[in-house]
């Protein structure tokens, strides 16, 4: 990536954390890896990114001993994951500076494990931030009656109205974001909760269902599915 005069307009980078162990998923390598519709995972992740021309870059962060991530032309990759998603982001955005990104680039941070993200939501996403202050994530309304548990029994129903499902892309410029991760700690699980605890109030953009997190052993068969029936 060329250096950012500090003048430029602000350019789009798409940041990519591949470097968990998928322990959930229950696969013997990490789920990031695992066959797909003929190929890896994570190439479904990276196809779809690489359908939305608004971006200058897309990085990939791996763990420090991966050999599995494929190489390709339109996608770089960075070993320095680190032990949770939110250290994996934040070494990311370094880098991404390191490799001439700017203060004021949006960054959009996408999980590898979420295969099915289409350009065209990518798309709206950045349509509805890029003159947002904030900026913001794609997310779900909550479709299921919510419950409250303890020991395995509904103690209570929670209000479903006005909850939403957080997914990825999740769009922040990056300073912001840097910063924001720095303070939240290790305990965030995604971008935006970082910005909220800044006192910020990231947009929500209407995402899909399908754009689920590959997580557990049957999510596979099910991204498998929507992939092929896309095909046809
Ligand atoms: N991730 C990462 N670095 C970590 C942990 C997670 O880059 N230390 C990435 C994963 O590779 C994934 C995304 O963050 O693409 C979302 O995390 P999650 O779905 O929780 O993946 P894993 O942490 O790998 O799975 P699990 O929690 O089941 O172990
Ligand atoms: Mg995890």
Request: overall charge neutral; hydrophobic content about 45%; proline content about 6%.
């Amino acid at each position: 990536m060329a250096a950012h005069p500090p003048n430029a307009p602000a350019r789009l980078h798409a940041l990519i954390p591949a470097a968990g162990t998928g322990s959930r998923a229950g696969t013997a390598q990490p789920k990031q890896y695992e066959p797909l519709a003929g190929r890896a995972l994570v190439l479904h992740t990276l196809e779809a990114l690489g359908g939305v021309s608004r971006l200058a870059s897309i990085l990939v962060v791996v763990s420090s001993g991966d050999s599995l991530m494929p190489r390709g032309a339109g996608w770089q990759v960075a070993a320095c994951g680190g032990d949770t998603r939110a250290a994996s982001v934040g070494n990311g955005l370094a880098e991404l500076q390191a490799r001439g990104a700017g203060e004021d680039d949006w960054v959009l941070v996408h999980d590898a494990a979420r295969c099915l993200v289409t350009p065209a939501q990518v798309d709206r996403l950045i349509d509805e931030c890029l003159a947002d202050e904030v900026g913001g994530l794609l997310a779900v309304p909550l479709a299921d009656t919510l419950k409250a548990a303890q020991d395995g029994r509904a103690t209570q129903t929670l209000p479903r109205e006005g909850k939403w499902l957080a997914q990825t892309p999740q769009m922040f410029r990056l300073g912001v974001l840097r910063r924001a991760l720095a303070q939240a700690g290790a305990g965030v699980t995604d971008e935006a909760s970082a910005i909220e605890a800044l006192g910020l109030r990231p947009r929500l953009v209407a995402g899909s269902a399908q754009n689920f997190k590959v997580t557990w052993p049957e999510d596979f068969a099910l991204a498998q599915a929507v992939l092929e029936s896309r095909k046809r």
